[in-house]
Nanobody, 120 residues
Framework: QVQLVESGGGLVQPGGSLRLSCAAS????????MSWYRQAPGKEREMVAV????????NYAGSVEGRFTISRDNIKNQVYLQMNSLKPEDAAVYYC?????????????WGQGTQVTVSS
């Protein structure tokens, strides 16, 4: 079955960096776009970054543009989010996401999330 497992979250000071990883399994990873979302307490889940199946195209939320970088390794079946110059407002649970086809229509898959805390 499809599994998305995030890792790499933790506590970091403002201005610091973290690298999140998402290990994917159970589907042909190289064929599908992958995304990172985040959800802070009391806020809606929001898209952070998306990367095309080949890795050739990326898109970012305006709030992270220039600070975060999404990448993928289609051999290791992993997607990454390098987060630099972290701000307190970046604190959230970060989720790996993909949408895959199914007999009954597209289906959304989410990882369990990894907590990112930005605090001095």
């Amino acid at each position: 079955q499809v599994q998305l497992v995030e890792s790499g979250g933790g506590l970091v000071q403002p201005g610091g960096s973290l690298r999140l990883s998402c290990a994917a399994s159970g589907f042909p990873f190289r064929n599908y776009a992958m995304s990172w979302y985040r959800q802070a307490p009391g806020k809606e889940r929001e898209m952070v970054a998306v990367i095309a199946s080949s890795g050739g195209g990326t898109n970012y939320a305006g709030s992270v543009e220039g600070r975060f970088t999404i990448s993928r390794d289609n051999i290791k079946n992993q997607v990454y989010l390098q987060m630099n110059s972290l701000k307190p407002e970046d604190a959230a649970v970060y989720y790996c996401y993909c949408r895959l086809p199914a007999d009954t229509g597209p289906r959304d898959y989410w990882g369990q999330g990894t907590q990112v805390t930005v605090s001095s």
